[in-house]
């Protein structure tokens, strides 16, 4: 139900046999040429946590989404290679939280199963494209720390899911942390959350129209107008108020295809975004 062609031209790869770099490989590729975006909520485009669906918008339209598309593309473009992956429930627990939010389905994640090497003799590991921000490499599914480009992560035992785990932001991420169960899931387990981050008004994805790309040196992150980039160096934030730089920035930078967006449903989007970010500067920036 994949095209796997196709998938691997998006990301610039030949197929290879499962093996953890192999994996590795496919990891880092999805994460820098496919967004994590909410561009298809601010088109009032509808989709669903099917993978199948999820894959072929990658490949077809040059989109992704969010973690249950991104994960769910990449879930099914493994298993149509070979690999053997499992789905998980889990829960991102934001900068302004201040409990953990344990595994209620805000997020999907993935493990990857019977690929043994020295670093992970058990063979299983935690992969995961739809953080944003987050990982850049998938990692041993084992308690630790380890550090991707400027950000320092843990994974550890949850404190609030029984036999599951948690994996913990660096100071500077987007979020705090997230965790997730170690029991497998279905697409089903995600269907009533998905609805409500796509229409209720009180979520963030509803709010912000968000693009980020993570790469080996940092992230590039979009939330409406400001464009913030993290590297090793520090954290630089600018604002894009050209129309034409803004759409650049989404096709260019961010890899995301436009290609079915009609020029009215251009021009209504660049106006709802920049009237967004002017209420937002009047506020005071909060």
Same mark, same amino acid.
């Given at each position: 139900?994949?095209?796997?062609?196709?998938?691997?031209h998006?990301?610039g790869?030949?197929?290879?046999?499962?093996?953890?770099?192999a994996?590795?490989?496919l990891?880092?590729?999805?994460?820098?040429?496919?967004?994590?975006?909410?561009?298809?909520?601010?088109?009032?485009?509808?989709?669903?946590?099917?993978?199948?669906?999820?894959a072929? =918008?990658? &490949?077809?339209?040059?989109? $992704?989404g969010?973690?249950? #598309? !991104?994960?769910?593309?990449?879930?099914? +473009?493994? *298993?149509?290679?070979?690999?053997?992956?499992?789905?998980?429930?889990?829960?991102?627990?934001? =900068?302004? &939280?201040?409990?953990?939010? $344990?595994?209620?389905?805000? #997020? !999907?994640?993935?493990?990857?199963?019977? +690929?043994? *090497?020295?670093?992970?003799?058990?063979?299983?590991?935690?992969?995961?494209?739809?953080?944003?921000d987050g990982?850049?490499?998938?990692?041993?599914?084992?308690?630790?720390a380890?550090?991707?480009?400027?950000?320092?992560?843990?994974?550890?035992?949850?404190?609030v899911v029984?036999?599951g785990?948690?994996?913990t932001?660096?100071p500077?991420?987007?979020?705090?942390?997230?965790?997730?169960?170690?029991?497998?899931?279905?697409?089903?387990?995600?269907?009533?959350?998905?609805?409500?981050?796509?229409?209720?008004?009180?979520?963030?994805?509803?709010?912000?129209?968000?693009?980020?790309?993570?790469?080996?040196?940092?992230?590039?992150?979009?939330?409406?107008?400001?464009?913030t980039?993290?590297?090793?160096?520090?954290?630089?934030?600018?604002?894009?108020?050209?129309?034409?730089?803004?759409?650049?920035?989404?096709?260019?930078?961010?890899?995301?295809?436009?290609?079915?967006?009609?020029?009215?449903?251009?021009?209504?989007l660049?106006?709802?975004?920049?009237?967004?970010?002017?209420?937002?500067?009047?506020?005071?920036?909060p």
């Amino acid at each position: 139900m994949v095209d796997v062609s196709a998938y691997l031209h998006r990301l610039g790869l030949r197929p290879e046999p499962p093996s953890a770099e192999a994996l590795a490989a496919l990891h880092r590729a999805h994460a820098e040429r496919i967004a994590y975006t909410t561009f298809d909520i601010h088109l009032g485009r509808t989709t669903t946590v099917d993978p199948a669906e999820s894959a072929d =918008r990658i &490949t077809g339209l040059g989109r $992704g989404g969010y973690c249950y #598309h !991104l994960n769910g593309g990449l879930s099914a +473009l493994l *298993t149509s290679l070979g690999y053997d992956v499992r789905w998980h429930v889990g829960g991102v627990q934001g =900068r302004a &939280t201040t409990e953990p939010v $344990g595994a209620n389905g805000n #997020h !999907l994640v993935l493990t990857v199963h019977g +690929l043994p *090497t020295p670093s992970c003799p058990a063979g299983v590991w935690f992969a995961d494209v739809g953080l944003g921000d987050g990982l850049h490499d998938p990692v041993p599914l084992a308690p630790g720390a380890f550090r991707q480009g400027p950000y320092r992560f843990r994974l550890d035992p949850s404190s609030v899911v029984p036999d599951g785990w948690r994996l913990t932001h660096d100071p500077t991420g987007g979020f705090q942390g997230m965790d997730f169960a170690s029991g497998p899931a279905t697409p089903t387990d995600f269907t009533a959350m998905h609805k409500e981050l796509t229409t209720s008004e009180a979520s963030p994805f509803v709010r912000t129209l968000t693009a980020q790309r993570r790469h080996a040196a940092g992230a590039d992150i979009l939330r409406g107008l400001r464009l913030t980039t993290v590297t090793s160096t520090g954290v630089a934030s600018r604002e894009v108020t050209n129309e034409e730089e803004w759409w650049g920035m989404l096709t260019g930078l961010f890899n995301i295809g436009v290609d079915d967006v009609t020029p009215p449903e251009r021009a209504e989007l660049w106006d709802r975004v920049r009237a967004s970010h002017e209420s937002w500067v009047a506020a005071g920036r909060p």
